[in-house]
Protein backbone atom coordinates (compact mmCIF):
# COMPACT_ATOMS: atom_id res chain seq x y z
CA UNK A 1 0.00 0.00 0.00
CA UNK A 2 1.24 3.41 -0.61
CA UNK A 3 2.02 5.32 1.87
CA UNK A 4 1.67 9.15 2.09
CA UNK A 5 5.20 10.85 2.96
CA UNK A 6 5.56 13.78 5.63
CA UNK A 7 7.86 16.71 6.48
CA UNK A 8 7.08 18.63 9.64
CA UNK A 9 8.16 22.06 9.67
CA UNK A 10 9.10 23.13 13.08
CA UNK A 11 10.64 20.87 15.31
CA UNK A 12 9.20 22.13 18.80
CA UNK A 13 6.65 20.99 21.03
CA UNK A 14 3.35 20.42 19.18
CA UNK A 15 5.49 18.99 16.10
CA UNK A 16 7.51 17.00 18.35
CA UNK A 17 8.60 16.80 21.48
CA UNK A 18 5.42 16.99 23.80
CA UNK A 19 5.12 12.84 23.29
CA UNK A 20 7.47 9.89 22.11
CA UNK A 21 6.22 6.56 20.19
CA UNK A 22 5.76 4.64 23.49
CA UNK A 23 3.47 7.64 25.15
CA UNK A 24 -0.13 6.63 25.50
CA UNK A 25 -1.17 9.84 24.25
CA UNK A 26 -1.06 11.43 21.10
CA UNK A 27 -0.01 14.58 21.71
CA UNK A 28 2.56 15.64 18.57
CA UNK A 29 2.23 15.86 14.90
CA UNK A 30 5.04 13.21 14.55
CA UNK A 31 3.06 10.84 17.10
CA UNK A 32 0.04 11.31 15.26
CA UNK A 33 1.57 10.30 11.93
CA UNK A 34 3.59 7.68 12.74
CA UNK A 35 0.39 6.16 14.44
CA UNK A 36 -1.19 5.75 11.24
CA UNK A 37 -0.23 3.01 8.33
CA UNK A 38 -1.44 5.20 5.71
CA UNK A 39 1.27 7.87 6.24
CA UNK A 40 5.05 7.60 6.30
CA UNK A 41 7.20 10.37 8.43
CA UNK A 42 9.91 11.17 6.59
CA UNK A 43 11.45 14.11 8.98
CA UNK A 44 11.75 17.48 10.27
CA UNK A 45 12.68 20.75 8.84
CA UNK A 46 13.64 23.63 10.92
CA UNK A 47 15.86 26.88 11.03
CA UNK A 48 17.68 25.37 13.77
CA UNK A 49 19.02 22.84 12.28
CA UNK A 50 20.13 21.09 15.99
CA UNK A 51 16.84 21.10 16.76
CA UNK A 52 15.48 19.42 13.80
CA UNK A 53 18.32 16.71 14.58
CA UNK A 54 16.91 16.68 18.33
CA UNK A 55 13.76 16.00 16.54
CA UNK A 56 14.44 12.99 14.09
CA UNK A 57 16.76 11.19 16.81
CA UNK A 58 13.63 11.28 19.12
CA UNK A 59 11.07 9.83 16.41
CA UNK A 60 13.91 8.12 14.32
CA UNK A 61 13.55 10.03 11.19
CA UNK A 62 15.75 12.33 9.12
CA UNK A 63 16.75 16.09 9.56
CA UNK A 64 16.92 17.83 6.28
CA UNK A 65 19.53 20.90 6.06
CA UNK A 66 17.55 22.92 3.37
CA UNK A 67 13.93 23.03 2.94
CA UNK A 68 14.32 21.59 -0.64
CA UNK A 69 15.90 18.39 0.45
CA UNK A 70 12.61 17.42 2.98
CA UNK A 71 10.37 18.60 0.09
CA UNK A 72 11.71 16.63 -2.67
CA UNK A 73 8.97 13.59 -2.64
CA UNK A 74 6.89 14.75 -0.30
CA UNK A 75 3.13 14.81 -0.06
CA UNK A 76 1.78 16.55 3.49
CA UNK A 77 3.34 18.86 5.26
CA UNK A 78 2.99 20.06 8.81
CA UNK A 79 3.76 23.35 9.70
CA UNK A 80 4.54 23.80 13.22
CA UNK A 81 6.57 26.88 13.86
CA UNK A 82 5.86 29.97 15.85
CA UNK A 83 2.62 31.89 15.41
CA UNK A 84 4.89 34.67 14.01
CA UNK A 85 6.61 32.73 11.31
CA UNK A 86 3.82 30.73 10.10
CA UNK A 87 2.96 33.62 6.35
CA UNK A 88 6.81 32.86 5.82
CA UNK A 89 6.61 29.31 5.82
CA UNK A 90 2.76 28.80 4.05
CA UNK A 91 4.72 30.83 1.30
CA UNK A 92 7.54 29.13 1.10
CA UNK A 93 6.00 25.46 1.05
CA UNK A 94 3.00 26.30 -1.64
CA UNK A 95 6.20 26.59 -4.38
CA UNK A 96 6.55 22.79 -3.93
CA UNK A 97 4.50 19.98 -6.01
CA UNK A 98 2.14 18.94 -2.27
CA UNK A 99 -0.83 17.51 -2.37
CA UNK A 100 -1.62 19.05 1.53
CA UNK A 101 -0.46 21.26 4.63
CA UNK A 102 -1.84 20.16 7.99
CA UNK A 103 -0.58 23.82 10.06
CA UNK A 104 -1.04 24.96 13.37
CA UNK A 105 -3.37 28.10 14.53
CA UNK A 106 -3.63 30.84 14.64
CA UNK A 107 -3.92 30.98 10.36
CA UNK A 108 -1.60 34.09 9.83
CA UNK A 109 -1.12 37.20 12.22
CA UNK A 110 -2.81 39.39 9.61
CA UNK A 111 -5.69 39.26 7.63
CA UNK A 112 -3.39 40.53 4.76
CA UNK A 113 -1.90 37.92 5.07
CA UNK A 114 -4.11 35.22 5.37
CA UNK A 115 -6.06 36.33 2.49
CA UNK A 116 -2.65 36.21 0.68
CA UNK A 117 -2.09 32.71 1.82
CA UNK A 118 -6.03 31.82 0.82
CA UNK A 119 -5.58 33.20 -2.65
CA UNK A 120 -1.93 31.82 -3.45
CA UNK A 121 -2.96 28.14 -1.53
CA UNK A 122 -6.18 28.49 -4.26
CA UNK A 123 -4.06 29.19 -7.57
CA UNK A 124 -1.67 26.46 -6.44
CA UNK A 125 -4.96 23.97 -5.84
CA UNK A 126 -3.45 23.21 -2.40
CA UNK A 127 -5.71 22.25 0.82
CA UNK A 128 -5.42 23.43 4.09
CA UNK A 129 -6.33 21.49 7.20
CA UNK A 130 -6.00 23.89 10.27
CA UNK A 131 -5.04 22.36 14.06
CA UNK A 132 -8.61 23.96 16.01
CA UNK A 133 -8.03 21.26 18.05
CA UNK A 134 -11.39 20.73 19.69
CA UNK A 135 -13.07 20.10 15.93
CA UNK A 136 -11.40 16.69 15.85
CA UNK A 137 -11.47 15.60 19.43
CA UNK A 138 -14.41 12.71 19.38
CA UNK A 139 -16.27 13.44 22.22
CA UNK A 140 -17.07 16.99 20.91
CA UNK A 141 -17.61 15.88 17.39
CA UNK A 142 -20.42 13.50 19.78
CA UNK A 143 -21.87 16.63 21.52
CA UNK A 144 -22.06 18.74 17.91
CA UNK A 145 -24.22 16.29 16.76
CA UNK A 146 -26.46 16.28 19.38
CA UNK A 147 -26.78 19.50 19.40
CA UNK A 148 -30.17 19.79 17.52
CA UNK A 149 -31.61 18.07 19.98
CA UNK A 150 -31.27 20.78 22.44
CA UNK A 151 -33.74 23.05 21.33
CA UNK A 152 -33.20 26.71 20.53
CA UNK A 153 -29.23 28.17 21.68
CA UNK A 154 -30.67 30.79 24.43
CA UNK A 155 -27.00 32.50 25.09
CA UNK A 156 -23.53 31.76 26.81
CA UNK A 157 -20.72 32.37 28.21
CA UNK A 158 -16.89 31.59 28.17
CA UNK A 159 -13.79 32.44 30.02
CA UNK A 160 -10.59 32.38 28.23
CA UNK A 161 -6.96 34.02 28.62
CA UNK A 162 -4.04 34.69 27.33
CA UNK A 163 -4.77 36.55 24.17
CA UNK A 164 -8.24 36.62 22.07
CA UNK A 165 -6.05 36.07 19.15
CA UNK A 166 -3.76 33.35 20.67
CA UNK A 167 -6.05 31.35 23.33
CA UNK A 168 -9.91 33.41 22.39
CA UNK A 169 -9.11 31.98 18.61
CA UNK A 170 -10.06 28.42 19.87
CA UNK A 171 -12.94 29.72 21.86
CA UNK A 172 -13.97 31.55 18.59
CA UNK A 173 -13.76 28.96 16.73
CA UNK A 174 -15.51 26.25 18.89
CA UNK A 175 -18.35 28.77 19.58
CA UNK A 176 -18.41 29.01 15.50
CA UNK A 177 -18.20 24.81 14.99
CA UNK A 178 -20.99 24.15 17.26
CA UNK A 179 -23.38 26.82 16.99
CA UNK A 180 -23.11 28.37 13.50
CA UNK A 181 -21.54 31.93 12.42
CA UNK A 182 -20.45 34.56 14.68
CA UNK A 183 -21.31 38.13 14.80
CA UNK A 184 -19.68 41.04 16.95
CA UNK A 185 -21.42 43.50 18.88
CA UNK A 186 -19.07 44.84 21.39
CA UNK A 187 -15.25 44.44 22.99
CA UNK A 188 -13.83 46.24 25.69
CA UNK A 189 -11.74 46.29 29.00
CA UNK A 190 -8.83 45.02 27.55
CA UNK A 191 -6.24 42.98 29.84
CA UNK A 192 -2.63 42.65 27.96
CA UNK A 193 -1.71 39.38 29.88
CA UNK A 194 0.33 37.57 27.10
CA UNK A 195 1.84 39.86 24.16
CA UNK A 196 0.93 43.32 23.61
CA UNK A 197 -0.58 43.43 20.14
CA UNK A 198 -2.69 40.62 21.25
CA UNK A 199 -5.08 41.81 24.53
CA UNK A 200 -7.49 39.59 25.71
CA UNK A 201 -10.60 41.31 25.94
CA UNK A 202 -14.29 41.17 26.66
CA UNK A 203 -16.91 40.63 23.88
CA UNK A 204 -20.02 40.62 23.28
CA UNK A 205 -21.17 37.91 20.43
CA UNK A 206 -24.43 36.56 19.12
CA UNK A 207 -25.42 33.74 17.05
CA UNK A 208 -28.53 34.38 15.02
CA UNK A 209 -29.77 37.08 17.62
CA UNK A 210 -28.41 35.20 20.46
CA UNK A 211 -25.87 36.45 23.32
CA UNK A 212 -22.57 35.05 24.28
CA UNK A 213 -20.29 36.78 26.15
CA UNK A 214 -16.38 36.18 26.56
CA UNK A 215 -15.28 36.92 29.58
CA UNK A 216 -10.70 37.36 30.01
CA UNK A 217 -9.61 36.34 33.23
CA UNK A 218 -5.26 37.42 33.17
CA UNK A 219 -3.25 33.91 31.96
CA UNK A 220 -0.28 34.87 34.27
CA UNK A 221 -3.06 34.08 37.71
CA UNK A 222 -4.43 31.11 35.68
CA UNK A 223 -5.12 29.60 32.98
CA UNK A 224 -8.74 28.87 31.81
CA UNK A 225 -11.17 27.94 29.12
CA UNK A 226 -14.52 26.92 29.72
CA UNK A 227 -17.88 27.46 27.79
CA UNK A 228 -21.52 27.13 29.54
CA UNK A 229 -24.51 27.43 26.89
CA UNK A 230 -28.25 27.45 27.39
CA UNK A 231 -30.78 25.74 25.38
CA UNK A 232 -34.68 25.43 25.48
CA UNK A 233 -34.35 21.65 26.55
CA UNK A 234 -30.42 21.52 28.16
CA UNK A 235 -27.33 23.65 29.34
CA UNK A 236 -23.88 22.72 28.28
CA UNK A 237 -21.15 23.20 30.42
CA UNK A 238 -17.93 22.74 29.66
CA UNK A 239 -15.25 22.94 31.78
CA UNK A 240 -11.46 22.64 32.94
CA UNK A 241 -10.05 23.39 29.09
CA UNK A 242 -13.55 21.17 27.64
CA UNK A 243 -11.67 18.70 29.44
CA UNK A 244 -15.53 17.46 31.29
CA UNK A 245 -18.90 17.88 29.60
CA UNK A 246 -21.28 18.41 31.58
CA UNK A 247 -25.14 18.23 30.53
CA UNK A 248 -28.18 19.37 32.13
CA UNK A 249 -31.94 18.80 30.69
CA UNK A 250 -35.13 20.97 31.46
CA UNK A 251 -37.01 19.24 34.46
CA UNK A 252 -39.89 19.40 36.99
CA UNK A 253 -38.32 21.11 40.00
CA UNK A 254 -38.70 18.51 42.98
CA UNK A 255 -39.60 21.04 45.28
CA UNK A 256 -41.20 23.91 43.73
CA UNK A 257 -44.91 22.43 41.56
CA UNK A 258 -45.17 24.07 38.38
CA UNK A 259 -41.52 25.18 38.35
CA UNK A 260 -38.81 23.97 36.18
CA UNK A 261 -34.73 23.82 36.81
CA UNK A 262 -31.78 22.57 34.43
CA UNK A 263 -30.90 19.86 36.61
CA UNK A 264 -27.47 17.67 35.62
CA UNK A 265 -28.22 14.48 34.07
CA UNK A 266 -24.64 13.43 32.53
CA UNK A 267 -20.82 14.22 33.04
CA UNK A 268 -17.94 12.33 31.09
CA UNK A 269 -14.54 13.23 30.43
CA UNK A 270 -13.23 14.33 26.37
CA UNK A 271 -10.19 12.98 25.46
CA UNK A 272 -8.19 14.85 23.68
CA UNK A 273 -5.83 12.43 22.52
CA UNK A 274 -8.73 11.98 19.84
CA UNK A 275 -8.12 15.19 18.09
CA UNK A 276 -4.84 14.03 16.13
CA UNK A 277 -5.63 10.88 15.26
CA UNK A 278 -9.00 12.04 13.84
CA UNK A 279 -7.19 15.06 12.23
CA UNK A 280 -5.07 12.63 10.47
CA UNK A 281 -7.63 10.36 9.78
CA UNK A 282 -9.30 13.41 8.05
CA UNK A 283 -6.12 13.82 5.78
CA UNK A 284 -6.77 10.29 4.42
CA UNK A 285 -10.36 10.72 4.04
CA UNK A 286 -9.96 13.58 1.91
CA UNK A 287 -7.00 12.94 0.14
CA UNK A 288 -9.07 9.35 -0.63
CA UNK A 289 -12.62 9.72 -0.66
CA UNK A 290 -12.59 13.17 -1.55
CA UNK A 291 -14.86 13.48 1.86
CA UNK A 292 -14.49 17.25 3.82
CA UNK A 293 -11.81 18.68 5.20
CA UNK A 294 -13.02 19.76 9.01
CA UNK A 295 -11.42 22.77 9.75
CA UNK A 296 -10.31 25.13 6.08
CA UNK A 297 -8.07 27.85 5.74
CA UNK A 298 -11.72 29.87 5.10
CA UNK A 299 -12.38 28.94 8.72
CA UNK A 300 -8.60 30.31 9.75
CA UNK A 301 -9.68 33.18 7.87
CA UNK A 302 -12.85 34.26 9.34
CA UNK A 303 -11.76 33.33 12.85
CA UNK A 304 -8.54 35.84 12.29
CA UNK A 305 -11.12 38.24 10.88
CA UNK A 306 -13.55 37.62 14.10
CA UNK A 307 -10.23 38.21 16.43
CA UNK A 308 -8.47 41.14 15.09
CA UNK A 309 -11.52 43.05 15.21
CA UNK A 310 -12.37 41.80 18.76
CA UNK A 311 -8.98 43.35 19.46
CA UNK A 312 -10.21 47.09 18.34
CA UNK A 313 -11.93 47.38 21.58
CA UNK A 314 -15.28 48.83 20.04
Known sequence: M?????V????????????QADS????THAHAFSADSRFALKGFFDADFERAKVAAERWQVTAFQTLDAAMEGTDIVCCTVPDKFHFDVLKQIAEYPIKLVFTEKPFTKTIAQAEEIVKLYQEKQIPILLNY??????ELIQLKEKIGEYGSFLRGTGYYGKGILHNGSHMIDFIRYLLGEVSIEKSQNPIFDFEQDDPSVEAHLTVAGSPIFLHPVDCQVATIFELELFFEKARIRLSDGCAYVERFEVLPSPTYEGYFNYRKVEEYPVKYDSSFRN?????????????????TEQDGLRVLEICKRLQLCK
Not at 8 to 19: E, R, S
Not at 279 to 295: F, G, P, Q, T, W
Open 2 to 6: KKYKV
Open 8 to 19: IVGAGNIGALFD
Open 24 to 27: EEIL
Open 133 to 138: TRRFVT
Open 279 to 295: AVSNIADYLEKKNALIC
